[in-house]
């Protein structure tokens, strides 16, 4: 499901109830980890959290560089997370919190897939977003591009590993 919303606020308006309570509790876990520097805003359809093209104006496509983006799909919800999809070690720590947790995980690349706000641990989630600063993000997509293609380091692009 692609939104057109221009506006966070809009885009959350838009979602039905069960989704619109489900995505606000998120949004919120998000906002209070966020580490400084990211931005709220909405791309691809969905609400994504960015390192401004002021402070990384050379990403690959032109766009600012996503960390975390949250969306309502047709049969479940996504919370992408680049501090997951850039570091095997975060990965794992990511997984094994959460069915610590007791979560039944639905992960593909960056992707969490969940169908109710309860499937989603949230602190767990919480700590992974408050864990890769603008920074590093930017100077391991640095490395990354500078490595040239294929030459991507194995672990993505945190610089967690």
Known sequence: ????????????????????????AVRDVIL???????VETMGHGMITYVVPLDVYPDTYNGEP?????????KRY??????????SATARARFEEECRAAGARLDV???C????????LPLEVV????ASVAPGQLVAHAKAARAAGPGGRRRGGGTGQD
Not at 77 to 86: K, V, W
Not at 126 to 129: K, L, Q, V, W
């Open 112 to 119: 969490v897939r969940f169908r109710r706000l309860a499937d």
């Open 1 to 24: 499901m692609r939104s057109d919303a221009s506006t966070v606020d809009e885009y959350v308006g838009s979602l039905p109830p069960d989704r619109r309570d489900a995505i606000a």
């Open 65 to 73: 560089f996503a960390y975390v983006a949250l969306a309502a799909q």
């Open 77 to 86: 919800m996504s919370l992408y997370l680049m501090a997951i999809y850039g």
């Open 108 to 110: 593909g690349g960056a």
């Open 126 to 129: 919480g700590r992974s977003i």
């Open 32 to 38: 209070a980890n966020l580490p400084d520097g990211y």
